[in-house]
């Protein structure tokens, strides 16, 4: 498949219309992901999760957390950077409750990050938050976060 193809951007938690209308599934590239620091926060929101990837640039925030740029909307770059993560299929009965909970662990009421949805690599309609400010300062990482988390 092709790169991102952001469709949706939500801001706020408490906007049920958008969190309505997000898929059962989010991109995790730091933190949330299986193993990592917040991922019991999510663990039992979480029916299945597997490896994926997108099309997006990937910075140490140097914060103990990293940040996300997607790759510009519908590019078909096949030499795009990607950045690796998990998919986590959420429990279709917690869906609102864990994307409002998802939205402010991620800061998106402050304009920390963004929720934009998606198609990985694999194909997978999914969110993602992605950094929401500049990333001067920050240094790009290769494909993968794996630095100390806080």
Known sequence: MGGPNPIDRGRGSGNTARVADVPPA??????????RL???LVEDRVEAHAPDTVRARLY?????YPALTMSP?????????TVEGHVLR???????????????????????YERVVVATDGG????????????????ELDR??????R
Do not use: K, N
């Open 38 to 40: 917040r991922w019991p």
């Open 73 to 81: 909307p519908g590019s078909t770059d096949p030499t795009a950077p």
């Open 26 to 35: 989010v991109f995790v590239y730091g933190t949330l992901m299986p193993g």
């Open 144 to 149: 993968r976060w794996d630095l100390p988390e």
């Open 90 to 112: 959420l429990r279709p009965e917690l869906l609102a409750t864990t994307v409002e909970l998802l939205d402010a662990i991620e800061g998106v009421d402050t304009g920390l």
């Open 124 to 139: 997978e309609r999914v969110f993602v938050y992605t950094w929401a400010g500049p990333v001067e300062g920050f240094v």
């Open 60 to 64: 140490d925030t140097g914060a103990g």
